[in-house]
């Protein structure tokens, strides 16, 4: 079946780091992967998402890579602000076709919340 | 455009009583979905929808819960009897669905519904 494994939270860094947030991924077919983030009080909105290996999906100073080699879908930012402070989530789907009749569901990791401080 | 739209954002009630949650998807969208956030399991898929047909409600937790849809542009989740437990946020999602050439799975969240049962 699907799954995500993201890195265990809570995260807590200073304004400017350095943020990596790690998610692995296991799936039959060919997933798109999305990286969602929930703002305090909000529901979930994407961030980015990348549907094909060696895809780049970037937003917001955010960026992530598909890598079908090692299963992975790292989320990275150069200088973390305040403002980015939320849970974020990494998910896949794979999407319904007539050849693999794909569940398109969408299979989430548990989340990570991270919060930055001044 | 409008996004997901649902009803009501905050609903506070006794257990025993019946609990009504409304979901309006945007226009054009197949596919829709009702998931349940809680700090103890997070985010969990409960039912969802394709051409307002149910396709899978094996998260549904018991027979108290129910989801309809009734045309393309609206659905309800419904509890009855409510108990403390049902506590949670709930939130409505649509994409665009199955055999469309430009899906990737991408969701579409509404802001939720945060219920209260006490």
């Known amino acids: 079946g699907n799954s995500v494994t993201q890195m265990e939270g809570p995260v807590t860094l200073s304004e400017e780091a350095f943020l990596t947030i790690n998610c692995t991924y296991t799936?039959?077919?060919?997933?798109?992967l999305f990286w969602y983030v929930q703002y305090p009080g909000e529901g979930l909105q994407l961030l980015l998402k990348?549907?094909?290996?060696?895809d780049k999906g970037s937003n917001k100073g955010f960026e992530a890579t598909y890598r079908k080699e090692t299963t992975s879908f790292h989320l990275e930012k150069g200088s973390v602000q305040v403002s980015d402070s939320a849970v974020y989530f990494c998910?896949?789907?794979?999407?319904?076709?007539?050849?693999?009749?794909?569940?398109?569901?969408?299979?989430f990791g548990t989340g990570t919340r991270l919060t930055i401080i001044p | 455009d409008a996004g997901v739209i649902q009803s009501p954002r905050h609903e506070v009630t006794e257990m025993g009583q019946e609990v009504t949650l409304r979901c309006k998807p945007i226009?054009?969208?197949?596919?829709l979905f009702w998931y349940r956030q809680t700090m103890m399991r997070g985010l969990e898929l409960l039912i969802y929808?394709?051409?307002?047909?149910?396709?899978?409600d094996s998260g549904m937790p018991e027979d108290r819960f129910s989801a309809k849809m009734p045309n393309a542009s609206f659905s309800t989740l419904k509890i009855q009897p409510s108990e403390p437990r049902d506590s949670a946020v709930y939130f409505c999602?649509?994409?665009?669905?199955?055999?469309?050439?430009?899906?990737?799975?991408?969701?579409?969240f509404g802001e939720g519904s945060r219920l209260t049962v006490l």
């Open positions: 799936a039959t077919g060919y997933p798109s």
């Open positions: 226009s054009g969208h197949n596919s």
């Open positions: 990348a549907t094909k290996a060696d």
């Open positions: 999602a649509s994409s665009l669905g199955r055999g469309t050439v430009l899906n990737t799975g991408e969701l579409f």
């Open positions: 929808f394709n051409n307002n047909v149910p396709i899978d």
């Open positions: 998910a896949l789907s794979v999407p319904w076709t007539i050849s693999n009749f794909g569940n398109e569901k969408l299979t």
